[in-house]
Each structure stands twice: as C-alpha cells, then as structure tokens.
C-alpha cells in the first residue's frame, strides 16, 4: 500500500514540474497571441493556441515530462520568441547551440516555433465555429445539371 502512495505522489509530482516548466513559455505566446491580428480575425483564443502550441513543442522536446532538461528547453524556446534584433536572435542561438546539441539544431529550434504556431492555428481554425469571417462572401455556386446530348431525329 505505501508503493502505490509513493509511486502515485511522485507521479503527481511530474504532472506538476511539468506543468510549472511550461508556464514562461505558455505566458509568453499568450501575450503575443493577444495582438496577433490573424487570432482576432478568426476569433481564436489566445491561450488556447498558447497551450497548442506549448503542447507541440513539449512532444518534440527529448527526455519525459520532469526531465531536468526540459526547462531548460522550455527556457530557450522562450528566449527565442522574445528576439527584438538579429544580434539578439544570434546571442540566444550561441547561448543554446550546447543544449540543441549543435548550431544548426538550435536554428532549426529556433524557426520550427513558427511551425508549431501555423499548426495550432491550423487546429484552432479548423475546430472554430463557422458562423465566423472565414465563411463569410463564400459563395458556393450550385450544382449544375448535367447536360443531355441533344436528341437524334
């Protein structure tokens, strides 16, 4: 009966790291998302996408929820997002080249954000309501009958 005790508590105590690990990035996009016009256009939840998008990016991640790498990944993917000049881009980038493993797998860190973000929004469109702009002045023409051949005398 303690095993199971133990092993539920640290099982809970995973589900929470895991969670705690993922809240600077989740917050970030949040306010990204808020001004982001595409969002209010199709009517989307900031933080719906934010979690989408968190999501993707904590499945591409190597290692297990409550790894101790991960924040650490989480960190970086945050840093990214928030670049103001490419000095800044390229500072991050040498800051995580030994975390990705190299200069490139940083990079391809770095812009597959942008990936993740056009596929959750992706989702988000596609799970919309579609009383929405998006299907507005879409008129779909209708269906024609299919000509006979004229008659034969």
């Excluded at 900031?46 to 979690?51: K, N």
Aim: overall charge negative; charged content about 30%; aromatic content about 6%.
């Amino acid at each position: 009966m303690k095993k199971i005790i133990v092993l539920s508590f640290l099982a809970l105590s995973l589900i929470a790291c895991a969670k705690k690990e993922k809240t600077g990035l989740r917050d970030t996009l949040v306010e990204r998302f808020k001004e982001d016009q595409d969002l209010k256009d199709y009517k989307l939840d900031p933080e719906q996408v934010a979690d989408c998008v968190v999501d993707e990016i904590a499945s591409s991640l190597p290692g297990f929820a409550g790894d101790p790498r991960r924040p650490q990944f989480f960190e970086a993917y945050e840093r990214f997002l928030s670049v103001k000049s490419q000095a800044e881009a390229e500072q991050s980038l040498n800051d995580f080249t030994r975390l990705f493993g190299s200069p490139e797998a940083a990079r391809v860190a770095a812009t597959s954000i942008t990936d993740h973000i056009m596929t959750c929004m992706g989702k988000a469109i596609d799970n919309s309501s579609t009383d929405g702009h998006r299907v507005q002045g879409v008129e779909e023409e209708a269906p024609q009958a299919p000509v006979a051949p004229p008659a034969a005398k």
